[in-house]
Antibody, heavy 119, light 106 residues
Framework: EVQLVESGGGLVKPGGSLRLSCAASGFTFSNAWMSWVRQAPGKGLEWVGRIKSKTDGGTTDYAAPVKGRFTISRDDSQNTLYLQMNSLKTEDTAVYYC??????????WGQGTLVTVSS | SYELTQPPSVSVSPGQTASITCSGDKLGDKYVSWYQQKPGQSPVLVIYQDSKRPSGIPERFSGSNSGSTATLTISGTQAVDEADYYCQAWDSSTAIFGGGTKLTVL
């Protein structure tokens, strides 16, 4: 059974940093392209960024609002996806989901982890 | 930047057909996915590559995409289908989501 479990969310002050993790199981993680998607309270889905599999280059792409502040990485030996978030702003407050997939849609999602940026 | 536009809300009577649209410039040239999200839950993929259904998704869900509009159709809508629905496409290397449509079954 495919499982994605996010962790690392919490309360952080504006300008602070946080690292989210997404533990994957039930599939060959190293072959998967993975994304982070967020959802502000009461709002819609917003794509944050993606990392390709290492065999496809392992490159990353980011949405404009987070480019230069957020970094996606992966540890295939630990089947874990990461999202390093720096210079956090109040508008980054959201539930952050990790998702598997890419051009054919995101077929599996985690349960999400809440990040609150507030002073 | 590329945008996808959905109606904020759609209402349908049980057993009837619900259609949710998603519009964008030359959207028919891109693959569209659709997600269902119920309150307090994670999104679920219901359609990918315009019209394909993942395993486990009921046959009443179908999709199409042509010109500048993609459509998610739910035939014989049931109360359990009440949810928010999001379309999604890729513009170059960026994933774009529509603003979401709240489907009410009444």
């Amino acid at each position: 059974e495919v499982q994605l479990v996010e962790s690392g969310g919490g309360l952080v002050k504006p300008g602070g940093s946080l690292r989210l993790s997404c533990a994957a199981s039930g599939f060959t993680f190293s072959n998967a392209w993975m994304s982070w998607v967020r959802q502000a309270p009461g709002k819609g889905l917003e794509w944050v960024g993606r990392i390709k599999s290492k065999t496809d280059g392992g490159t990353t792409d980011y949405a404009a609002p987070v480019k230069g502040r957020f970094t996606i990485s992966r540890d295939d030996s630990q089947n874990t996806l990461y999202l390093q978030m720096n210079s956090l702003k109040t508008e980054d407050t959201a539930v952050y989901y990790c998702g598997r997939g890419s051009y054919s849609g995101f077929d599996y999602w985690g349960q999400g982890t809440l990040v609150t940026v507030s002073s | 930047s590329y945008e996808l536009t959905q109606p904020p809300s759609v209402s349908v009577s049980p057993g009837q057909t619900a259609s949710i649209t998603c519009s964008g410039d030359k959207l028919g040239d891109k693959y569209v996915s659709w997600y269902q999200q119920k309150p307090g839950q994670s999104p679920v993929l219901v359609i990918y590559q315009d019209s394909k259904r993942p395993s486990g998704i009921p046959e009443r869900f179908s999709g199409s995409n042509s010109g500048s509009t993609a459509t998610l159709t739910i035939s014989g809508t049931q109360a359990v289908d009440e949810a928010d629905y999001y379309c999604q496409a890729w513009d170059s290397s960026t994933a774009i989501f529509g603003g979401g449509t709240k489907l009410t079954v009444l």
